[in-house]
């Protein structure tokens, strides 16, 4: 008998190839055996996906440090965990426009945010929610590097802890805001404005668990950080704004507050 991945001597009552790990299968790919193997893959205790999200609340470093320093089988790998993240964002907006097309109103604060305006931008902002969400990751990126930088970590490292921190964020978030499409499509709004600084607290906390600092230089570094960030948080709206101005979808016109009926 042979590893029917490596093709290496494989004594017959192995489970696993002692060359390369692959699990040995003796049985006929039947509709049994596949589903057997879908929920083992996805709510098996020792599967790495749910490995990797458990341990991202619970001990974000063991997950972050241990790719960064080369274990690698452990946890699932950054880039597959953010696809994943995107999938289930990708399937909310997808839910958003096409299943239960949710009205959303612009004017969290009642600023007299112009109808029309929003009426132009929702549709950009849906179609590139996805590019936005992909810019925050070197956004938080630099601001993290600059300021909870411990253990010294290049930049491209910090890529490494927002690619697993945004897309954590982004997976345990996916059913909040199911819930919300479903019972209270009008307030989701209202939840993406609280749900964004969660994600900045959530992401400070990561950081800090990796990098440890006592509490009057976390404190300082915390404000340094969340400045960073905001400031990279506005780059990105008037980046946005300016290329719709450049494009002809909005106009001056469209900024102009209106009163609401009392």
């Not at 299943?99 to 009426?119: C, I, R, S, T, W």
């Not at 600059?146 to 954590?168: C, D, M, P, Q, R």
Request: with cysteine; glycine share 6%.
């Amino acid at each position: 008998m042979e590893c029917k991945n490596c093709r290496n001597p494989l004594p017959t009552d192995f489970n696993f190839c002692p060359d390369c790990g692959a699990k040995v299968i003796r049985y006929r790919l039947t509709f049994k055996n596949l589903w057997h193997e879908v929920i083992e893959g996805f709510f098996d205790l020792d599967n790495t996906f749910f490995r990797t999200f458990i341990h991202l609340f619970t001990k974000p470093a063991e997950v972050i440090d241990g790719y960064i320093s080369g274990i690698r089988k452990k946890h699932l790998n950054p880039i597959s965990y953010f696809g994943i993240a995107l999938t289930l964002s990708g399937l909310t907006i997808y839910l958003i426009q096409k299943v239960f097309d949710v009205k959303m109103d612009l004017d969290v604060f009642n600023q007299g945010v112009n109808p029309e305006l929003y009426q132009k931008i929702m549709p950009v902002i849906m179609d590139f929610s996805s590019l936005v969400f992909v810019l925050f990751i070197p956004i938080f990126g630099i601001a993290g590097w600059l300021t909870f930088n411990k253990k010294g970590y290049v930049f491209s490292e910090y890529l490494i802890v927002f690619l697993y921190t945004l897309a954590h964020w982004s997976i345990v978030s996916f059913p909040v805001s199911l819930i919300m499409i479903l019972f209270a499509p009008d307030e989701y709004m209202e939840l993406s404005t609280i749900m964004l600084p969660l994600m900045v607290a959530y992401s400070i906390y990561v950081m800090q668990r990796i990098n440890k600092f006592s509490a009057g230089k976390f404190i300082l570094r915390m404000c340094l950080f969340l400045i960073l960030a905001f400031i990279g948080y506005l780059g990105i709206i008037i980046a946005f704004y300016a290329i719709l101005f450049a494009t002809g979808t909005i106009t001056m016109e469209d900024l102009k507050t209106v009163k609401k009926q009392p």
